[in-house]
Structures are given as C-alpha cells and as structure tokens.
C-alpha cells in the first residue's frame, strides 16, 4: 500500500521547510519511513513510471546525486544528469530560459547550487515542481534524512534536545527550520558571528521553535540527545579557511565530549567530514553514531519528496 499522499504538497516546489506546517513536516516523514520498510519488504510499487526527474549540480555530490538518481529508479522513474559544464545555467542560457525548456521535457528538477537565488528563479519560471538539491542558504532534504534518523531513534521527537555545533550554514538554517516544526529544542553552539541567518532564526521563533544560541560548545552538549556538528569551510569558502580553522578553536568534537550526553544520545554529521576539524574520525565510527544511518536515510528522504511533490495535483 502506498503513503497517504498530502495532497497540499502535490505539484509545489520543495525549496524550504519553512513553507511546510507541521502537519505536511510529519506527514513527509512517515511516508519516507513507509517507503523505506515497504521496499526493505520487498514491496516495488512504480508510482513514478514514465515519469523523468531533471538532477542539475554546480557542486561535487555523493549523496545527493547518488541518492535522488536511486530514489527515483526505485519508484519506477527515470533521472537525467546535468551541470554546470553541460547547460552554463545563467551563463550559456538564462535561469528562466533553462526553466522553461526543462519543464516541456520533465516532470520535475532537482537543483544543487551555490547561490539560493537560482533555484528561486527555476521554481518561479519552471511549470514543474523544483526541488531544493542545497543550496548556500538552505539544505532541506537532508533534515528530512535527519528527521527519519531521530524518529527511528527516539520515537516521538517533541521536547527532544538537539545541539549542533559549528558554523551557522545552509544545515543549520535547516536545523532551525527543523526544530520549529517538530518541537525540538534546538541549541546552535558557534563562535561568535558565526550564528543562523537571523531571518530564519526570527521566523522559527515566530512560529514557537525553541532555539537557542550558544556560544560554549562544551557547556551546550550536556544533556542533549543529539550532538550535531558539520564542516566549518563549505564548498566555495576555502579562501577563508585559515581565519574559520582560527576562530573554531575549540569546536573539534571528540568522543569525550559523549559522556556529557544524555544516556541514549547520539552523534550526527551530514557529511562529507573534515576529521580534525569539526569531528574526529572515531567520532563517525563510534558505537553512538547515526552518522550511516542519516546517508541511508538520504535515500529514503529523497524517495518521499519526489512521491509527494512530484505527484498529479
């Protein structure tokens, strides 16, 4: 048996989770985690065949590419890859002139890229659902990845504590989103400067999200559920590592730093890691870490979002 379907989500863009209510949040989620033990089954339901998913990267990606080009095999449909070097999107051809060749070819466009204006501009001239692959503000899919690996953790996810420790990038403007819509008590720990987007942080707080910014990483972790942490120089920012590594001084997660956690808490990273930096290898590979389960549950995430957004409306 298929998901229920969430018929509010059918034929929109996927670009930020700030557009969903909690509802179609939750919703989202259970119907990845049906998904993912339907096919764990051996159930092979085909609710995208004859159906084509565009998948344009400017950035270098495992999971994301590996993972939608799956999802959308597995539900019977088919991916086109593209780049940078292959369409020049808002160099060769405009964003809107791109948009609208893609959408009389395809039923939808998945877009990683640098800077969030472009994918605003595909979704505003594309006549199919487009989907946030990340982008330089916001990276959706993977905190429903994360999201999948909470509940399969803990159950009932309100009032769980979440700390994520490091830079205040694109995951942790997702984090932010995250946590408002499924009443998670989220702490950000990061130098100084280094905070969320204030807007995002305005709006969650607007809509009852529990955030807090911290600026002792040590002192932030203690208690939590979940300690969280991702790279301090993303892709795009390696002019700036010297001053960030600098800066960070103290923000290195070690497994020491799991003793101060609640009993059954657990260690997350989006990945790719930079061991050394933000995390320690024994870190991702420690008895406590979730860290393979969130990359499988990229899969499972990905699947859920192409089922409902990619749906007849």
């Known amino acids: ?7 509010s989500l059918a034929g929109k863009d996927f670009l930020s989770l700030a ?14 985690i049906q998904l993912k033990a339907d096919w764990k089954r051996g159930v092979r339901p085909a609710p995208m065949q004859h159906k084509t998913l565009a998948m344009f990267f400017e950035k270098q990606s495992l999971r994301t590419r590996t993972t939608f080009d799956v999802a959308m095999a597995q539900l019977g449909g088919h991916s086109v890859l593209l780049s940078q070097d292959y369409i020049g999107l808002g160099v060769r051809e405009t964003v809107r ?20 204006d472009k994918l605003l501009q595909l979704a505003e001239h594309a006549t199919v659902p487009v989907i946030n692959g990340l982008s330089d503000y916001l990276h959706p899919c993977q905190l429903v990845a994360d999201y999948i690996s909470l509940t399969e953790t803990f159950g009932d996810l309100a009032g769980l504590k979440l700390t994520y420790v490091g ?11 995250a946590a408002a819509l499924a009443g998670v008590h989220l702490t950000v720990a990061c130098p100084p400067g280094y905070e969320p987007d204030a807007g995002v942080l305005a709006a969650a707080r607007e809509r009852g999200g529990s955030i807090t910014i911290a600026h002792d990483p040590r002192a932030a972790v203690r208690g939590a559920d979940a300690l969280y942490t991702d790279v301090w120089i993303s892709m795009g920012m390696e002019e700036d590592t010297a001053r960030r590594k600098r800066d960070f001084t103290g923000y290195t997660v070690t497994p020491e730093w799991f003793a101060d956690l609640a009993p059954r808490g657990v260690f997350m990273h989006d990945l790719p890691a930079h061991y050394g930096e933000e995390c320690t290898e024994e870190c991702v590979y420690h008895e406590r870490s979730i860290v393979f389960d969130q990359a499988e549950n990229r899969l499972h995430a990905h699947k859920a979002v192409i089922f409902q957004y990619l749906a007849e409306p």
Do not use: C, Q
């Not at 557009?19 to 990845?32: H, P, Q, R, V, W």
């Not at 609208?100 to 800077?115: F, H, K, P």
């Not at 830079?167 to 989103?177: F, I, M, R, T």
């Open 1 to 7: 048996m298929e998901p229920t379907r969430l018929p």
């Open 19 to 32: 557009d969903l209510t909690k509802e179609e949040f939750a919703g989202l989620i259970a119907s990845a």
């Open 97 to 116: 002139d791109v948009a609208n060749n893609l959408s009389r070819w395809v039923d939808g466009i998945m877009a990683r890229t640098y800077e969030h």
């Open 167 to 177: 830079d205040g990038n694109n995951v942790a403007n997702s984090h932010v989103n």
